[in-house]
């Protein structure tokens, strides 16, 4: 299976409070992406991560990819009400099958 | 705005009904998809077009077929559905097929229901 698979399946947290969120896989990759679902809507992309990246940040997210571990972690700053969402990690194989799959999703709930 | 526009966004039909979901980007991008996601269940990919050829097909039943008449549309018509076919239908648009290179841009999708 080509897809990520996050973890936890849900985390609810204060607002401020930070919020991680891990993603494991099991084929190479070339890169890898985080998206985000609110409640009935579409996906929207947050972040890419290139294999040869350990670590990219952009506003109040940051990204980590361990390749060795097959892993990668998305940690939320400060998070706020609007943060609660699905958050989802999308591998980008080297082979195989191109298109995205997507796995479950970690439901973060911030509470006000 | 996500340049993805998907219609209707919510649809009720009955097993025996015909319809057409759609889908249209202006994004200027080569590749279109489908994906299904149901209730606690994982997003499910359906079918990958590539400048209008179809380069994907997740085995889906043959109760939904896709058409994509150029690379800004793309259509997935229904028929005979089952009341397990109910989900969100989301429409996605990348750069290329090769998705796992660059972003998906999705559509609001169409919340389906079948009686």
């Known amino acids: 299976s080509q897809q990520g698979e996050e973890d936890p399946q849900a985390l609810s947290i204060q607002e401020g409070e930070n919020a991680t969120m891990n993603c494991s896989y099991k084929?190479?990759?070339?890169?890898l992406q985080w998206y985000r679902q609110n409640s009935g809507r579409g996906l929207v992309h947050l972040i890419l991560?290139?294999?040869?990246?350990r670590e990219k940040h952009s506003g109040r997210l940051r990204v980590t990819l361990d390749t060795s571990k097959k892993s990668s972690s998305l940690l939320i700053t400060a998070s706020r009400a609007a943060d609660t969402a699905s958050y989802f990690c999308a591998p980008g194989p080297i082979t195989g099958r191109r298109a995205l799959t997507f796995g479950s999703g970690t439901r973060l709930q911030v509470q006000p | 705005e996500t340049g993805v526009t998907q219609t209707p966004r919510h649809l009720v039909m009955g097993m025996t009904n015909k319809k057409s979901l759609k889908c249209e980007q202006h994004l200027g991008h080569n590749a279109m998809y489908w994906y299904k996601q149901s209730a606690k269940k994982p997003l499910e990919l359906m079918f990958v077009?590539?400048?209008?050829?179809?380069?994907e097909n997740n085995s889906v039943p043959s109760r939904f077929s896709p058409e994509c008449p150029n690379s800004s549309h793309l259509f997935l018509h229904l028929h005979t559905l089952q009341p397990e076919d109910s989900a969100l239908y989301l429409c996605?648009?990348?750069?290329?097929?090769?998705?796992?290179?660059?972003?998906?841009?999705f559509g609001n999708g169409t919340r389906l229901t079948v009686t």
């Open positions: 084929t190479s990759i070339n890169n």
């Open positions: 991560i290139r294999s040869n990246e």
């Open positions: 077009y590539n400048f209008k050829e179809q380069t």
């Open positions: 996605a648009s990348s750069q290329d097929r090769e998705s796992g290179r660059a972003p998906l841009h």
